[in-house]
């Protein structure tokens, strides 16, 4: 591995495969405790003063670097995983990191190394006595729309830019850089009927929680894609023609994503770049399970609930939307459903402009300038931490990354090119 001299190559494929060991799966608190408490570790051994943030979910580590500058960045990260499914349909032990052709092998493998290369940039930052203070955030619920991460608001208040973690690449393999992430609303939709599992030979008498679920969700999206809730449109602001420029001629590699994903093509046959302005500038309205409460049998259901999913674009927040399902739901005579708000839920943020061009940053390591895009198609909650200010992230994910599925990896290469990225990133970000 030819690592350029000032990064220390050994210690962040150590630290990373350090935290590939830890089961930090979402919502599983042990292991959750166990991926804190190494985060802080590495964060120390880095250079920062730590300490672990308890919540009523997953620890959050807050580290400080404070040489008393004039200038301070924050630096998110994040260290919850997926559950990684059955371990036979890996080749490796999910929890034991494994290098094989050229690649690291874990479950969290592409967080957790944007999460080391960070630090690796952080220990060469200030080795450098980079005269700039870092506040790092590294979460572990990410994944459930971070619900307690608005509680370290009081430690970010006077942050003076942003540098978050997340992100893919272009068709070129050039890391894509964003300056803008969507919101998230998340929401259960509950029907029930009967206080008990009723034998199917009732149906036309008693009403089926199922039908009262599948007719409230038909009615907030139509078959063109189109989200029927009675005044969502209104709240979106368009974007600019200069938004709708930066994206224009950016191929996302649609190409490898149906390959990688094994899908014939994508929803209205979207592709080039009206998949990358679709997915870059379109709010979304995900439906991510269906649970009923009833029997293998012919039967009617107790109940039946689904989780709903928004991505929020600008100015749409997550309160007003709730607002506006709740009133379209009753309108069309949905009373007898339960409609709730999930925790954790932000709004959108576009970044406020920076003073330098980010993508020139990636000419030292890439041999070219990196592609800007104004909002990620992503939801992250940038808006609770850092609001207002300037924003960038970026990532390793890649078609076949297989973030949710088995064999999850990440190249050593990018590994590395991320690591000097982060670094030129930061240090032109300080100025």
Not at 240 to 260: I, Y
Not at 302 to 318: K, W
């Amino acid at each position: 591995m030819n690592a350029a001299p000032s990064l220390d190559w050994e210690a962040l494929l150590n630290n990373l495969k350090l935290l590939c060991a830890q089961p930090s799966v979402v919502g599983q608190v042990r292991g959750l405790n166990d991926g804190a408490d190494s985060v802080a570790s590495i964060l120390r051994d880095v250079g920062l003063d730590c300490r672990i943030v308890q919540t009523a979910g997953a620890p959050i580590v807050l580290g400080r670097y404070d040489v008393g500058a004039s200038r301070t960045l924050l630096v998110y990260g994040r260290y919850d995983v997926p559950p990684p499914g059955l371990p036979r349909s890996w080749t490796h032990d999910p929890f034991q990191p494994a290098i094989r052709d050229g690649a690291l092998y874990a479950r969290g493998a592409v967080v957790k190394a944007e999460l080391a290369a960070r630090a690796a940039a952080l220990r060469i930052l200030i080795k450098q006595r980079v005269p700039v203070n870092i506040v790092m955030v590294v979460e572990g619920e990410s994944l459930i729309g971070s619900p307690h991460l608005s509680e370290l608001q009081d430690a970010t208040a006077r942050v003076d830019a942003c540098l978050w973690s997340g992100g893919s690449f272009d068709a070129d393999n050039m890391p894509l850089l964003y300056t803008g992430v969507k919101g998230l609303l998340q929401v259960e939709l509950q029907a029930a009927t009967a206080n008990t599992v009723l034998p199917a030979t009732y149906a036309a008498t008693v009403p089926n929680p199922i039908w009262t679920l599948v007719l409230a969700l038909a009615s907030i999206k139509s078959e063109f894609e189109e989200i029927l809730i009675e005044g969502f449109y209104d709240e979106i602001v368009p974007p600019s023609r200069a938004a709708l420029n930066a994206v224009q001629r950016l191929d996302v590699g649609d190409q490898a994503r149906r390959t990688a994903w094994q899908v014939g093509q994508f929803i209205t046959n979207v592709s080039g770049a009206m998949l990358t302005r679709t997915e870059t500038f379109s709010p979304t309205c995900n439906i991510s399970a269906i649970n009923v409460a009833g029997s293998d049998l012919p039967s009617i259901p107790q109940r039946a609930s689904a989780t709903l999913h928004f991505q929020l674009v600008p100015e749409l927040q997550p309160q007003r939307l709730f607002e506006l399902l709740t009133t379209h739901l009753a309108t069309l005579g949905f009373t007898s459903l339960k409609v709730t708000q999930l925790p954790g839920a932000y709004g959108p943020l576009q970044s406020s402009e920076l003073a330098f061009n980010p993508g020139q940053a990636a000419v030292g390591i890439f041999g070219k300038y990196a592609q800007l895009v104004p909002l990620a198609p992503f939801a992250a909650p940038a808006a609770l931490v850092a609001p207002n200010k300037p924003f960038l992230s970026c990532g390793l994910e890649r078609p076949d990354s297989a973030l949710f599925g088995a064999d999850e990896h990440v190249p050593l290469a990018d590994i590395e090119a991320h690591a000097r990225l982060v670094l030129e990133l930061l240090q032109r970000m300080a100025v």
